[in-house]
């Protein structure tokens, strides 16, 4: 596949992840590296959104460890159960996060960050990573965001 994104600019949101979806799965077809298709789902998600920030943390022990993103420099190490991505590996389930300031022992790795959506990456049962995307407008993710990232993250299975 051509690294070339068509992106119904314009269209609705849930337009644009059906748009996508296809594009991400010929992207990483093939290509077993994780560290790699992680890199590019979040390139993807942050060109055709314009999100504040995406990007993956990846489990290591008891922490999350940054890994691929894009945006600005993020926080490197997030402990089990804190901030939005240590509750939603925690509790193993997608995050949405309205505003951000009013979310108990959220951690701010940006002040810019006004709301997010954090999605569990599973494998083989148990979650390996999470896939975070933060905005700069409150309530910007709802339940289409949820579902088509959750698709997305499927890809990696």
């Given at each position: 596949?051509?690294?070339?994104?068509?992106?119904?600019?314009?269209?609705?949101?849930?337009?644009?992840?059906?748009?996508?979806?296809?594009?991400?799965?010929?992207?990483?077809?093939?290509?077993?590296?994780?560290?790699?298709?992680?890199?590019?789902?979040?390139?993807?998600?942050?060109?055709?959104?314009?999100?504040?920030?995406?990007?993956?943390?990846?489990?290591?022990?008891?922490?999350?460890?940054?890994?691929?993103?894009?945006?600005?420099?993020?926080?490197?190490?997030?402990?089990?159960?804190?901030?939005?991505?240590?509750?939603?590996?925690?509790?193993?389930?997608?995050?949405?996060?309205?505003?951000?300031?009013?979310?108990?022992?959220?951690?701010?790795?940006?002040?810019?960050?006004?709301?997010?959506?954090?999605?569990p990456v599973r494998h083989r049962g148990a979650?390996?990573?999470?896939?975070?995307?933060?905005?700069?407008?409150?309530?910007?993710?709802?339940?289409?965001?949820?579902?088509?990232?959750?698709?997305?993250?499927?890809?990696?299975?």
């Amino acid at each position: 596949m051509a690294e070339d994104l068509h992106i119904p600019y314009g269209a609705s949101k849930e337009e644009i992840y059906k748009a996508l979806y296809p594009q991400l799965q010929a992207l990483i077809e093939g290509e077993p590296d994780l560290i790699a298709n992680m890199a590019n789902i979040a390139s993807v998600l942050k060109e055709a959104f314009h999100f504040f920030w995406v990007g993956f943390y990846r489990v290591s022990g008891e922490q999350l460890v940054l890994g691929p993103f894009q945006g600005p420099p993020a926080c490197t190490r997030i402990n089990y159960g804190k901030g939005v991505c240590g509750t939603a590996w925690k509790e193993e389930r997608t995050l949405i996060v309205p505003d951000v300031d009013k979310f108990p022992g959220h951690i701010a790795c940006s002040s810019l960050s006004r709301s997010e959506i954090v999605v569990p990456v599973r494998h083989r049962g148990a979650v390996t990573a999470v896939l975070d995307v933060d905005s700069d407008r409150l309530d910007h993710f709802d339940e289409t965001d949820a579902f088509y990232l959750g698709g997305i993250i499927e890809l990696f299975r």
